[in-house]
């Protein structure tokens, strides 16, 4: 490995790499990206060194503004301007403001929850600053998961940038296999299961109820190949430059409760969001009642939905969640029981009956183009609108989809399928499903199908 001796030679090397990958995106962009990097390691260090309380929230005042407002400029004001254009027009008022055409960062909303909590960590007190300006650019920037996560934190990641690495034979080939993996799953499964829903959700008058409830169904897989699969990518590719990230997702879709799904789903936002705007609010209340637990919550999702885009569709899809999460931990059954201890020992048709009829509503408020087309998809299904066999979308490709259903579930304990293959199977025959694979995946890509979570 070059500069395999020379700590310094690695992450120089590995910081260009992280710079032209996200130049190739657009590069007029990378200057807010070092300009972010810049202003959060500046101010972990004032935050360090000040020696009054007052000059630390100064400082961390502005990572959060700093972090929050290209947040808001880039990704929210467009929105805001639009809904206060259609405000005073609705109502016979002219209106001069014009909308900011400007396209969003991609990995904006990632990396900016990355830095910030860095300088709520140091501010907090649970790590030291780093004083490495090299060091702290790499962890920003690290190109496997800097465009959709896993949203690492500092004390975690930063540490490996700063010892050096070896390459690694056993470590590479496991990348190499999760790298194919998730291959499989945004190629094989979530793109052309992406055909089926784009076709359902941008025409929902078109189909039926029992049609448009397939489709919100096959979107929760949809977006899970897509995102897993990116992850996975995202994984294998910091194992070949020894590195170690954050597996984002546990088989979320095995989950027996809305509870355990967002402990499954998207993990380490969900971990941020609990450390960083859900504990901090409840813990701003002397007495940390139900109600102010249901409060958290419901503020928690929201955010969590808008988070994903400056849409209502997007703030339903939080709030939803919330009150569902709210429900679930609410003691209905006796002092202590709730739906979110009572529903794992139920029988296994009643949770996924469940669970699959929660998160195909949720599907529908994440996937529709608006808000106008979600309740017309609501009214269609609920109304037993033109009911009859479901239509022909992707036909035989479902089959993609049992194989990986199917091979999620044989392998619960592994982080991905094909990790077992080396303790279980003969060498000639794991070759054979590797190229299986890979051809497979040659054969049926699609042209410039984007990752989901590349617009958020």
Not at 123 to 151: D, H, W
Not at 160 to 169: A, H, P, S
Not at 202 to 207: A, D, T
Not at 307 to 315: C, I, K, M, P
């Amino acid at each position: 490995m070059l500069g395999s001796k020379r700590r310094t030679s690695q992450n120089t090397l590995l910081l260009l790499a992280s710079y032209f990958f996200y130049g190739l995106w657009d590069w007029r962009f990378l200057g807010l990206l070092i300009a972010s990097s810049l202003i959060d390691y500046f101010a972990g260090l004032a935050i360090k060194n000040a020696s009054r309380k007052t000059t630390k929230k100064i400082w961390l005042f502005t990572s959060i503004l700093w972090n929050l407002g290209i947040l808001f400029i880039f990704k929210y004001f467009n929105f805001f301007v639009g809904e206060f254009n259609a405000l005073f027009s609705s109502e016979g008022i002219a209106t001069s403001y014009t909308i900011w055409n400007v396209i969003i960062p991609i990995g904006l909303s990632f990396y900016t929850f990355q830095t910030m909590s860095y300088s709520i960590d140091i501010y907090k007190g649970r790590m030291q600053p780093t004083k490495n300006l090299l060091e702290f650019l790499c962890f920003v920037s690290f190109f496997p998961q800097l465009v959709a996560g896993p949203i690492e934190r500092a004390k975690f990641l930063l540490p490996q940038f700063e010892k050096r690495r070896t390459f690694n034979l056993q470590q590479s080939k496991e990348g190499l296999r999760q790298i194919l993996w998730g291959l499989f799953k945004k190629v094989l499964v979530a793109d052309k299961l992406g055909i089926a829903v784009t076709l359902a959700f941008e025409n929902p008058e078109s189909y039926g109820a029992l049609t448009l409830t397939f489709a919100a169904v096959l979107f929760s897989f949809q977006v899970y190949c897509d995102f897993s699969g990116y992850t996975d990518m995202a994984v294998g590719t910091a194992k070949l430059f020894g590195f170690k990230l954050h597996n984002n997702f546990r088989i979320p879709y095995l989950a027996k409760s809305i509870t355990q799904f967002w402990q499954r789903w998207h993990i380490t936002l969900t971990q941020w969001v609990t450390d960083y705007i859900y504990f901090p609010f409840v813990q701003k209340f002397k007495k940390i009642t139900l109600r102010v637990r249901v409060l958290g919550l419901l503020l928690t999702m929201t955010l969590v939905g808008f988070w994903h885009g400056a849409n209502w569709t997007f703030l339903a899809f939080g709030f939803f969640n919330g009150v569902i999460l709210a429900i679930e931990r609410i003691p209905f059954f006796g002092k202590r029981k709730t739906l979110a201890k009572v529903l794992p020992n139920r029988p296994v048709l009643v949770t996924l009956s469940y669970f699959f009829a929660i998160t195909s509503i949720s599907s529908i408020f994440f996937r529709a183009e608006s808000i106008s087309d979600a309740w017309l998809i609501f009214r269609r299904i609920f109304t037993l609108a033109d009911v009859g066999i479901i239509s022909s979308l992707i036909a035989w490709k479902l089959l993609y989809l049992v194989a990986l259903i199917i091979a999620e579930i044989l392998t619960t304990k592994k982080d991905f399928p094909l990790q077992e293959l080396q303790l279980k199977i003969p060498k000639p025959a794991r070759w054979a499903i590797y190229y299986v694979i890979i051809i497979l995946v040659v054969r049926y890509a699609e042209p410039k199908e984007a990752f989901i979570y590349f617009q958020f």
